[in-house]
């Protein structure tokens, strides 16, 4: 897994927001799912197919990436959520 690189801000539409946590999910599955495989060795799903890896610890740890990422982009669209609905004028004010 990487180090930590600098900090950057995006700005996307919520739609295109959404698209990449899809997608994000999509691989953080499959890398949890290899996890599992290469522990196991069998996967439920007969339409699997195994990330390029041969070591369980290191499937978990990719996948437990992903899930980090999921987790700070889904924590900062709530953030910007709450701080638009506290920008809206409350009802009865003028």
Known sequence: MPDMGKEIQLRLDSSDVGQILDG??????SWS?????LRDGYFHDDEFVCEECSNPAEAQNIADWYQRIIA??????????AGAAARLPG????
Request: proline share 0%; aromatic share 4%; glycine share 4%.
């Open 24 to 29: 994000l999910r999509c691989r953080q599955e």
């Open 33 to 37: 799912n290899t996890a599992i495989y």
């Open 72 to 81: 700070n982009i889904e924590q900062q669209v709530d953030e910007h959520e």
């Open 91 to 94: 009802e009865g004010q003028q």
